[in-house]
């Protein structure tokens, strides 16, 4: 049986390239999808993830315009990109781009290269990111 990764406290990850579909928003709303809700914008984008799990989730049309790689239709790779993470002590709630979000003790909060941060569950954390 393999070994389930030891995540730290704290550090860096790279995020893993991954195909996507993505659909460009025309008016704002509201998201829910693995007991998150997201609010959106018009010009933001809802993705929908390809190969893993099926989860959804709203990007920023600037993050997206730099995260992540057409490749026809509606589909795009999502660019590995650099991003510090701090592992939450106790549970709480945070200011994302997409409204706040609340999350659990010992999910990760993200920052991205803007600065902006969004929870992570250590399950998905371990899908979509590599320590580096």
Do not use: C
């Not at 809700?37 to 600037?62: H, N, P």
């Not at 993050?63 to 990109?81: C, D, M, Q, W």
Request: aromatic share 12%; proline share 5%.
């Amino acid at each position: 049986m393999a070994r389930k990764p030891k995540i730290p406290e704290l550090g860096k990850v790279k995020s893993k390239p991954r195909k996507v579909f993505a659909v460009e928003q025309y008016q704002g709303g509201q998201l829910s999808s693995g007991g998150k809700t997201y609010l959106f914008k018009a010009g933001d984008y809802i993705v929908k993830d390809v190969v893993g799990d099926g989860s959804k989730w709203v990007v920023d049309k600037k993050v997206f315009a730099k995260s992540y790689e057409h490749i026809e239709g509606r589909f795009y790779n999502k660019l590995p990109t650099e991003l510090s993470f701090i592992k939450a002590e106790k549970p709480g709630k945070i200011e994302t781009l997409e409204g706040d979000m609340n999350y659990e003790a010992g999910d990760l909060i993200m920052t991205g290269v803007k600065g902006e941060q969004w929870p992570v569950s250590q399950k998905r954390f371990l899908e979509i990111y590599e320590i580096i």
